[in-house]
């Protein structure tokens, strides 16, 4: 195992400047561990993958990366959720909980080759409906329940419209 400190602009797990220590293990395919020293954070990525931190709010228990480059759209396309640990909790290393692909291009060009944002939302829908239904049902998860369903009319809106101008599933405006 090959280990390193180095200086760099912005840390990639906790975005400030300092030192972060890189080591390199080989295994069938080279992982790099990146470990944050100064905000204690570990994480595993594949050589060669590019992450970046989607800040969500908190990371008690989960943090979120987008793994790829941002394609022609500007958007990212793989991102994955990690676990973290809580003080005094402990995780097996390189904890991934899920990776999702979401489409990379348009449909008509390159295929259905991963899922939609509306395809998310729905699971999420779906679980605080399940909430709401039991003894965990509150007015905060009413209230996110119909936010998540207006963005899902939202973005059938814009499919709707896309269809009605005969440019869905191309890269057309």
Known sequence: MRTSARKNSHCEL??????????????PTKIKRKNCMAAGKTAFIKKGEKMRK????TSRFTEVFALDDA??????????????APEGATISENEIFTRIKFQDGAIKEFGVNG???EDLIAIVI???????????GCRENALAITKLEEALMW?????????????E???NL
Do not use: M, P
Request: aromatic share 6%.
């Open 14 to 27: 906790c975005r400030a400047g300092h030192v972060l220590q890189v080591s390199e293990k080989t295994y």
């Open 54 to 57: 989607v800040e969500i709010g």
């Open 71 to 84: 394609g022609q759209g500007g958007a990212n396309h793989v991102y994955e959720v990690r676990a973290t």
């Open 115 to 117: 899922c939609h944002n």
């Open 126 to 136: 779906d679980r605080l409906q399940g909430f709401q239904s039991g003894k965990f």
């Open 155 to 167: 973005l059938n809106k814009r499919t709707s419209d896309r269809i009605r101008r005969g440019v």
């Open 169 to 171: 599933g191309t890269s």
